[in-house]
């Protein structure tokens, strides 16, 4: 198991109510490739430093997990096809810089 750090951002017409649902969905395809959530940060609406999708701020959320190195492919493809979704960003975790 290898430690991943799960970042995104999700579109700034979601409600609260609709980035805590997705927050959960993204805990399950964790959990559903046998991988585990650690701690789960929401960072509030955040303005971009630049406009994507014609947008100018959005919901930061950052999830701390335990993966197998074949499960971040498929939390990948759900956050790609995850139209709420704007930006996302997958990182393994290096060991030794802990």
Do not use: C
């Amino acid at each position: 198991m290898r430690q991943y750090e799960v970042a995104f951002i999700v579109h700034p017409e979601v409600d609260e109510n609709g980035v805590a649902e997705l927050t959960e969905k993204v805990q399950g395809w964790v959990t559903a490739g046998g991988g585990t959530v650690e701690k789960v940060d929401r960072l509030g609406k955040k303005r971009f430093a630049y406009v994507i999708r014609k947008q100018r701020e959005g919901h930061y959320v950052l999830l701390q997990t335990t993966m197998n190195a074949s499960t971040p492919i498929e939390v990948e493809r759900n956050l790609r096809l995850n139209e709420q979704v704007m930006r996302f960003m997958i990182t393994k975790i290096d060991p030794k810089s802990l």
